[in-house]
């Protein structure tokens, strides 16, 4: 019978556990509430314990070594059942958290707006907001739920499409004044703003429409859709926004529309949630609310 190793640590498997299954030491950390550096040293603690190399590490990556990948594959699920055991023996609590992570226009304009709803009805919920950058199409690791841009589902996530991106035009009333807008073209002395993710929107929209845009305007790059609108608000120049998320900028006449042609794109937002948390009580509770308020 192999005797016990009574110097391996549980806490030290549960980290090695995150770090693999995230492929960083911060974010391990981020969900274990303790320090990166804590979590570096409960690893190499282990790495001694063990004595194998369980990660290979460079300043700009984590990755498994083959003993790792063996040790996760043996030690994952019963981290698993030990939680489950765990679980069943907590006494409840009453409250839930869900991390979610929203890019920045999507919150202002239609998550933050009626979030209120949600925390009305389901009190015992706790909520963290993550307004992360918009670019990365991505579930960020530290989120439990995401509402994100993806060009297809996210594999290897379980996923609801919500609507797709639409662009259409607009400018501030006071630009709107010294644009001429006819049935074949856009013209005037009008800066573009320019999404820094999307270079070729105003050609597309262009091709599209059938209607042509300034050729020689100046340019004006921004890294993020909510730069783009607030840009477009103050004067700087004429912008391409989201549909659904600019009704309540032109229902208050900060923005107006330059056309109703309205450029589809291959994007879409999505709720998104790894598979193992699919079936959470809480997070489908959010899901529905999600669907029902957001669904196209």
């Known amino acids: 019978m192999t005797p016990i190793n009574r110097n391996i640590s549980l806490r030290g498997l549960r980290a090695f556990c995150f770090a693999a299954e995230h492929e960083s030491f911060r974010d391990a950390a981020e969900k274990l509430f303790i320090t990166a550096s804590a979590v570096s040293h409960q690893i190499k603690n282990l790495e001694g314990e063990l004595g194998q190399k369980l990660f290979e590490r460079t300043s700009r990556s984590l990755t498994l070594t083959e003993a790792g990948h063996s040790l996760l594959a043996d030690i994952k699920p019963l981290i698993t059942r030990l939680d489950e055991v765990a679980a069943r023996h907590r006494v409840s609590t009453t409250r839930a958290t869900l991390s979610i992570s929203v890019q920045p226009f999507f919150a202002s304009e239609l998550f933050i707006p009626r979030l209120s709803e949600f925390t009305r009805d389901h009190p015992d919920i706790d909520i963290k ?137 291959r994007d879409a937002y999505y709720f998104v949630c790894r598979v193992e948390d699919a079936d959470n009580e809480t997070i489908q509770t959010l899901r529905r609310w999600v669907l029902q308020n957001f669904d196209d």
Do not use: C
Not at 132 to 158: L, M, Q
């Open 129 to 265: 907001v993550d307004t992360s950058d918009e670019s990365a199409e991505k579930h960020p690791a530290t989120a439990d739920v995401s509402i994100r841009v993806f060009r297809s589902a996210p594999a290897g996530y379980a996923s609801d499409r919500l609507f797709p991106l639409r662009l259409i035009p607009a400018a501030s009333p006071a630009l709107r004044k010294k644009i001429v807008v006819n049935e074949t073209s856009i013209s005037g002395d009008v800066p573009l703003l320019v999404h820094d993710s999307r270079p070729s929107a105003w050609r597309q929209w262009s091709q599209s429409s059938g209607m042509e845009v300034p050729r020689d305007a100046s340019i004006i790059r921004l890294d993020s859709m909510i730069a783009i609108a607030r840009a477009a608000e103050r004067g700087l120049g004429a912008a391409l926004v989201p549909v659904q998320l600019s009704d309540a900028w032109f229902e208050s006449g900060s923005l107006v529309p330059l056309s109703d042609h309205e450029l589809p794109t």
